[in-house]
Nanobody
Framework: QVQLVESGGGLVQAGGSLRLSCAAS????????MGWFRQAPGKEREFVAA????????VYADSVKGRFTISRDNAKNTVYLQMNSLKPEDTAVYYC??????????????????WGQGTQITVSS
């Protein structure tokens, strides 16, 4: 069992930056692909970014490509999401997730086995 806890959320002005962290306990994350998803009010949870188990392969949603960066530190059992040039449409609850499957950088929600409780990001215009 893996427990995931996100932190780093908050209120930021458009154009600003935030860094989210996702700390794991229970098991080492080094054997899991990791992803970030977000869910805005009234919308489905959507893929944001994913990273393979060793951090050499990443993939992003088109809406965040060039602005967000996913990274991981397996020694600290932590995954990060650096968010720059934030826009009001980035406002959502952000979730990290862990996948033990065979897809290197999974995009689909159902490929993830463990989820955090989420952290709110609000971007004001």
């Amino acid at each position: 069992q893996v427990q995931l806890v996100e932190s780093g959320g908050g209120l930021v002005q458009a154009g600003g930056s935030l860094r989210l962290s996702c700390a794991a306990s229970g098991r080492t994350l080094s054997s899991y692909a990791m992803g970030w998803f977000r869910q805005a009010p009234g919308k489905e949870r959507e893929f944001v970014a994913a990273i393979n188990w060793i951090g050499t392969n990443t993939v992003y949603a088109d809406s965040v490509k060039g602005r967000f960066t996913i990274s991981r530190d397996n020694a600290k059992n932590t995954v990060y999401l650096q968010m720059n040039s934030l826009k009001p449409e980035d406002t959502a609850v952000y979730y990290c997730a862990a996948s033990r499957g065979r897809v290197v950088v999974p995009r689909a929600r159902d490929l993830y086995d463990y989820w955090g409780q989420g952290t709110q990001i609000t971007v004001s215009s």
